[in-house]
Antibody, heavy 124, light 108 residues
Framework: EVQLLESGGGLVQPGGSLRLSCAAS????????VSWVRQAPGKGLEWVSS????????YYADSVKGRLTISRDNSKNTLYLQMNSLRAEDTAVYYC?????????????????WGQGTLVTVSS | EIVMTQSPASLSVSPGERATLSCRAS??????LAWYQQKPGQAPRLLFY???TRATGIPARFSGSGSGTEFTLTISSLQSEDFAVYYC??????????FGGGTKVEIK
């Protein structure tokens, strides 16, 4: 059974940092691209970042470029999101999501499994 | 950047009735269009990909259609568990990867 379990969320002050993790199981993690998608309270879905299966290709939304960094450790079956210089508008539930098809070198960004999300609150 | 527009923003439907949700892309996305369902407090769930291919476990009362810039999600006979927010998402040309703003299907 495919499982994605996010952790690392919490309350952080503006300008602060946080690192989110997404532990994957039930599939060959290194064969699939994975992504972060966030949802501000009461709002819609917003794509944040994606990374290919081998970690060689990364993509970011303009709103987070230069502040958030996606990475993965395929030996630990874990996806990360390093969040620096956080702003109030980064407040959201952050979901990790897996590509539906094998994507070792690229990203399709069609998501067949999602984690339950971790809440990040940026506030003083 | 491809902008995805969903209509209506909300829809009130009685159980057993038909619901039709629309999604429009600002330029052609071919058939590279997905639909997701999200219930309160839950993660999104993939319903359709490639515009009309039902994902695993999705009931036949759900159908997806369209190509290019116009897409439709139809629920033929709404069940209580179908009341949720539905999002479309294109994966044809990105970044940025854009979702539609969502359609909330409510009980009438």
């Amino acid at each position: 059974e495919v499982q994605l379990l996010e952790s690392g969320g919490g309350l952080v002050q503006p300008g602060g940092s946080l690192r989110l993790s997404c532990a994957a199981s039930g599939f060959t993690f290194s064969s699939y691209a994975v992504s972060w998608v966030r949802q501000a309270p009461g709002k819609g879905l917003e794509w944040v970042s994606s990374i290919s299966g081998n970690g060689g290709s990364t993509y970011y939304a303009d709103s987070v470029k230069g502040r958030l960094t996606i990475s993965r450790d395929n030996s630990k079956n874990t996806l990360y999101l390093q969040m620096n210089s956080l702003r109030a508008e980064d407040t959201a539930v952050y979901y990790c999501a897996k590509d539906k098809d094998i994507t070792i070198f690229g990203v399709v960004a069609l998501f067949d499994y999602w984690g339950q999300g971790t809440l990040v609150t940026v506030s003083s | 950047e491809i902008v995805m527009t969903q209509s209506p923003a909300s829809l009130s439907v009685s159980p057993g009735e038909r619901a039709t949700l629309s999604c429009r892309a600002s330029e052609s996305v071919s058939s590279n269009l997905a639909w997701y369902q999200q219930k309160p407090g839950q993660a999104p769930r993939l319903l359709f990909y490639d515009a009309s291919t039902r994902a695993t476990g999705i009931p036949a009362r759900f159908s997806g259609s369209g190509s290019g810039t116009e897409f439709t999600l139809t629920i033929s006979s709404l069940q209580s568990e179908d009341f949720a927010v539905y999002y479309c998402q294109q994966y044809n040309k990105w970044p940025p990867l854009n979702f539609g703003g969502g359609t909330k299907v409510e009980i009438k």
